[in-house]
Every structure is written in structure tokens, then in C-alpha cells.
């Protein structure tokens, strides 16, 4: 177990004589310290993109209900963010019932960093960085995997214009019995997060939902929640995506959490939901990376009366990731440090 300092979390246990004096000391001795520790804390991961301004940090108050906190001894400060990045991360929820709005910076020409393990149908497709980056480790891995074969992206970033343009093509097409497309602004696409995916065999373009590509369904089966990728719309979930199956739509959320709707068989509406279940000051989800680290997950849920900048509780020494769910809060995805144990009820 690592060896952190105490949190407010074990000062509130305290008599309540002792806890005063003890905040106080934590205070003085925590001031300039602590905001040392967040900009330390906030660097870069393999499975975490680190969020984080880094002002007006303070000491959270704790939840008096006895017997809910966590045991993490990680300390935690109160960081300032603005309402609105409840609408951006990895984690946001875009259907047909929470739309978006157009990205307006942050997006990265795939065809400058793609790699030789996969094609594109256009060079304008465009990701966001993280995910990029994610798809090419991704890709990289498949063609390894399986002997040279390679994947061809035929979409990715959507604008909002582009999804009105589908969204009326689709309309025309709803007679011969095809899906109707999300309405512009309620795409998955549109997030910067997703790709679609065939494969490319002997000079064809193979859907990855045919008869002839069972095994690498079978590979992303196995392999893409390693890289923080799920299949966005599962073929026994489309009463709650509200989308049909699309066995090439693969979006970012991030390993860790990737991992955890693998293996649980939540698709993304599901798993947001369960989060809501996890708060700051009562249990944390706790899950583990691939490498069996240790993950402390929780949600912080955003007041209706919030429309300015709201004091969102993040670890001070260790990293972590702050996603809006596009909804009604932030979900903390926080690195302990220590190997994952089990939970157990």
C-alpha cells in the first residue's frame, strides 16, 4: 500500500475537539504545499488525459454522514471549473436525447499523424488528439496481430453541418426501410471520440459486422478496451443506445473506463447511469488498468443553479482526469498508485 498523507476524510473521524486544531495545522502546512502537489499530479498518463486549472484550490468540507467515505488516503482540494466543461471529455453522452455542440479547437488532421497500418476513405477526416492517439496504437496492434491486415477509417469527426447533411440523406432513405441518422448536433461522431471501421482484404473494403470478418471482430472483441475504445452501439443494447448495431463504431472513453463496460457488458448510457451511484463523498468505484493498477472512480453532480464556475473535489499528489458526461455533472477518474484489490460487499 503506498504511503499517503492523511485526508480530511480521517480528520473528520477525529473527536470533534481534535478536528479544528487539526484543520488548522492541515491548512497552514497544506497551502502552499498542495498546490505544488496539483501541478506535480497533473501530468500526462498512457491511461489518463490529466484535467485540471489549478486554481482556487482550498480544503473540501466532508459529507457528516457517518460510515460513507472511502478509505483512499489520498487528499483531495477543491478545483474551479467552469460549468459549461460539463459538455466536453471522453465521457460524454451524445444521442439522440443530449446533443452537442461543434468542437471549436482541439481537433488534429488524421492523415498528419496516421501511421502505415491503416488507411483513410479522405484526408479531412479528423479526432481529437487523445483518441488519435489511442486509435494508432490500436491500429498498429490489429495489423501487427493479424499478419499485415489493415483498417480502412471511412468516418470520424462529424460537424454539425456534416450530420444535417446525413441526417436529410437518411430521410430519403427511410421508405426503403434504412435507419433514420441522428439529427445534427446528436451524433456520436460529433464528439471528436469516435471512428468507423472496415477492413481492407485483397483490394475490398469488408464490413466489419459481415459473415468474413469474424475474427477481427473477435480481435477488437479482446483488444480495444486495452486502448480505451468500446463498441459504441452493441448488437443486445439498441433499446437503450436507441441506434441500431454498427459492428465498425468504436469510440474513445479511455482504458480504464473501457475496461470496466468490457467487462461488465455496459454500453455507454448504462455505464453513466451506475456512475451516478459513486460520489465524492461516499464509495468510490474502484477498478483496475490493465497492468492491475489501482482506479478510484466517482461522479460530481452539477446543480441546476450552477451557470458560472462550480468547486469540483480532485486529488492534490496523484493524477487523475476530470470528463463532463454531458448531462448533469464531471466524472473524477483518479490514479491511486497502488495495486488494485478486489472490492468485496
Same mark, same amino acid.
Given at each position: 500500500?503506498?504511503?499517503?498523507?492523511?485526508?480530511?476524510?480521517?480528520?473528520?473521524?477525529?473527536?470533534?475537539?481534535?478536528?479544528?486544531?487539526?484543520?488548522?495545522?492541515?491548512?497552514?502546512?497544506?497551502?502552499?504545499?498542495?498546490?505544488?502537489?496539483?501541478?506535480?499530479?497533473?501530468?500526462?498518463?498512457?491511461?489518463?488525459?490529466?484535467?485540471?486549472?489549478?486554481?482556487?484550490?482550498?480544503?473540501?468540507?466532508?459529507?457528516?454522514?457517518?460510515?460513507?467515505?472511502?478509505?483512499?488516503?489520498?487528499?483531495?482540494?477543491?478545483?474551479?471549473?467552469?460549468?459549461?466543461?460539463?459538455?466536453?471529455?471522453?465521457?460524454?453522452?451524445?444521442?439522440?436525447?443530449?446533443?452537442?455542440?461543434?468542437?471549436? &479547437?482541439?481537433?488534429?488532421?488524421?492523415? &498528419?499523424?496516421?501511421?502505415?497500418?491503416?488507411?483513410?476513405?479522405?484526408?479531412?477526416?479528423?479526432?481529437?488528439?487523445?483518441?488519435?492517439?489511442?486509435?494508432?496504437?490500436?491500429?498498429?496492434?490489429?495489423?501487427?496481430?493479424?499478419?499485415?491486415?489493415?483498417?480502412?477509417?471511412?468516418?470520424?469527426?462529424?460537424?454539425?453541418?456534416?450530420?444535417?447533411?446525413?441526417?436529410?440523406?437518411?430521410? &430519403?432513405?427511410?421508405?426503403?426501410?434504412?435507419?433514420?441518422?441522428?439529427?445534427?448536433?446528436?451524433?456520436?461522431?460529433?464528439?471528436?471520440?469516435?471512428?468507423?471501421?472496415?477492413?481492407?482484404?485483397?483490394?475490398?473494403?469488408?464490413?466489419?459486422?459481415?459473415?468474413?470478418?469474424?475474427?477481427?471482430?473477435?480481435?477488437?472483441?479482446?483488444?480495444?478496451?486495452?486502448?480505451?475504445?468500446?463498441?459504441?452501439?452493441?448488437?443486445?443494447?439498441?433499446?437503450?443506445?436507441?441506434?441500431?448495431?454498427?459492428?465498425?463504431?468504436?469510440?474513445?472513453?479511455?482504458?480504464?473506463? @473501457?475496461?470496466?463496460?468490457?467487462?461488465?457488458?455496459?454500453?455507454?448510457?448504462?455505464?453513466?447511469?451506475?456512475?451516478?451511484?459513486?460520489?465524492? @463523498?461516499?464509495?468510490?468505484?474502484?477498478?483496475?488498468?490493465?497492468?492491475?493498477?489501482?482506479?478510484?472512480?466517482?461522479?460530481?453532480?452539477?446543480?441546476?443553479?450552477?451557470?458560472?464556475?462550480?468547486?469540483?473535489?480532485?486529488?492534490?499528489?496523484?493524477?487523475?482526469?476530470?470528463?463532463?458526461?454531458?448531462?448533469?455533472?464531471?466524472?473524477?477518474?483518479?490514479?491511486?498508485?497502488?495495486?488494485?484489490?478486489?472490492?468485496?460487499?
Amino acid at each position: 500500500m503506498a504511503d499517503y498523507r492523511s485526508t480530511g476524510k480521517e480528520l473528520r473521524k477525529s473527536p470533534k475537539g481534535l478536528i479544528a486544531g487539526l484543520i488548522a495545522l492541515t491548512l497552514l502546512g497544506l497551502c502552499g504545499y498542495g498546490v505544488y502537489r496539483v501541478a506535480d499530479g497533473m501530468r500526462k498518463l498512457d491511461s489518463l488525459t490529466v484535467s485540471g486549472s489549478g486554481t482556487e484550490i482550498s480544503v473540501p468540507e466532508f459529507s457528516e454522514i457517518a460510515g460513507t467515505e472511502p478509505e483512499s488516503k489520498i487528499i483531495y482540494a477543491y478545483e474551479s471549473a467552469f460549468s459549461s466543461e460539463v459538455h466536453s471529455g471522453p465521457l460524454m453522452l451524445v444521442n439522440r436525447d443530449f446533443a452537442t455542440e461543434d468542437l471549436e &479547437s482541439g481537433l488534429i488532421s488524421m492523415f &498528419s499523424k496516421k501511421t502505415d497500418s491503416y488507411g483513410l476513405k479522405d484526408t479531412s477526416l479528423q479526432l481529437l488528439e487523445e483518441p488519435l492517439n489511442a486509435f494508432n496504437a490500436m491500429a498498429d496492434a490489429f495489423h501487427k496481430e493479424l499478419n499485415g491486415e489493415k483498417l480502412l477509417v471511412t468516418g470520424a469527426y462529424r460537424s454539425k453541418a456534416d450530420q444535417r447533411k446525413i441526417y436529410t440523406a437518411s430521410l &430519403s432513405n427511410k421508405a426503403s426501410g434504412a435507419a433514420v441518422a441522428a439529427m445534427a448536433g446528436f451524433s456520436d461522431y460529433e464528439t471528436g471520440c469516435s471512428v468507423s471501421l472496415t477492413v481492407m482484404r485483397d483490394g475490398q473494403y469488408l464490413d466489419l459486422g459481415g459473415a468474413d470478418c469474424e475474427q477481427e471482430r473477435a480481435w477488437f472483441a479482446a483488444n480495444a478496451a486495452k486502448y480505451g475504445f468500446i463498441l459504441r452501439y452493441p448488437e443486445d443494447k439498441t433499446e437503450r443506445t436507441g441506434f441500431p448495431y454498427e459492428a465498425g463504431h468504436y469510440r474513445y472513453v479511455g482504458p480504464v473506463h @473501457a475496461l470496466y463496460m468490457y467487462g461488465t457488458g455496459l454500453c455507454l448510457e448504462e455505464y453513466l447511469t451506475k456512475l451516478r451511484e459513486y460520489t465524492y @463523498a461516499a464509495q468510490h468505484l474502484t477498478v483496475p488498468d490493465a497492468h492491475g493498477k489501482a482506479f478510484e472512480i466517482f461522479f460530481v453532480p452539477l446543480e441546476q443553479a450552477d451557470t458560472g464556475t462550480v468547486d469540483v473535489p480532485v486529488p492534490t499528489d496523484v493524477p487523475y482526469q476530470r470528463s463532463g458526461n454531458n448531462v448533469d455533472g464531471f466524472v473524477i477518474t483518479v490514479e491511486t498508485g497502488e495495486d488494485y484489490q478486489p472490492q468485496t460487499e
